[in-house]
């Protein structure tokens, strides 16, 4: 099955590149929108209530913060 992942990111982010990391690390594909430069991605995530990056929504839904911790992420993506 084919999910649809998207990682909110910013320049000289530090969490965001911990994230892509782990996605890549883990072989999840997914696309990149700079929150900086796409005015449409972020009021998405501003919408979600998401005011910081990382954002990562996974199917339509949108996560941030505590729920982008490790445990989360291998819960939502587990190792194959």
């Known amino acids: 099955m084919s999910r649809q992942v998207v990682v909110y ?3 000289l982010c530090a969490p965001c590149e911990r994230l892509k990391g ?4 883990r072989g999840v594909p997914f696309m990149v ?4 430069l796409d005015q449409e991605a ?4 501003e919408a979600a209530g998401v005011m910081s990056a990382p954002a990562l ?3 339509g839904r949108i996560l941030s ?3 982008l911790a490790t445990d ?3 819960a939502l993506f587990p190792a194959s």
């Open 9 to 11: 990111s910013t320049p």
């Open 22 to 25: 782990w996605l890549n690390r």
């Open 33 to 36: 929108r700079d929150l900086m």
């Open 42 to 45: 972020a009021e998405r995530v």
């Open 57 to 59: 929504e996974v199917d």
């Open 65 to 67: 913060g505590p729920a």
């Open 72 to 74: 989360k992420l291998e």
